[in-house]
């Protein structure tokens, strides 16, 4: 079992940049295929990205394509997410998701997360 641990998040401003990390703890992170996800107040958990085991597949959602981008250091076992002109609909709690066997984006598909790091993008 892989124990998830986001950070990164914060309070900045529209057009600003933040570098999320989710850290692994407990196996070896090139076991899983990781997403990112996120939630806004009052609505429902969302895919944002996610990458394959080696990192040689990514995808992310259309809404925030061009401007995010999934990476992954498995020697450092940390998955980021690198957000760049960010939005104030970019505003939520951000998560981070392992999965043994599925690679997509689905949320109810992965099977760890961590507890979430707050983004808030002010206007």
């Known amino acids: 079992q892989v124990q998830l641990a986001e950070s990164g998040g914060g309070l900045v401003q529209a057009g600003g940049s933040l570098r999320l990390s989710c850290a692994a703890s407990?196996?070896?992170?090139?076991?899983?295929?990781m997403g990112w996800f996120r939630q806004a107040l009052g609505k429902e958990r969302e895919f944002v990205a996610f990458?394959?085991?080696?990192?040689?597949?990514?995808y992310s959602a259309d809404s925030v394509k061009g401007r995010f981008t999934i990476s992954r250091d498995n020697a450092k076992n940390t998955v980021y997410l690198q957000m760049n002109s960010l939005k104030p609909e970019d505003t939520a709690v951000y998560y981070c998701?392992?999965?043994?066997?599925?690679?997509?984006?689905?949320?109810?598909?992965?099977?760890?997360w961590g507890q979430g790091t707050q983004v808030t993008v002010s206007s």
């Open positions: 998701a392992a999965s043994s066997l599925y690679v997509g984006t689905q949320v109810e598909r992965y099977d760890y």
């Open positions: 407990g196996r070896t992170l090139s076991s899983y295929a």
């Open positions: 990458i394959s085991r080696s990192g040689a597949i990514t």
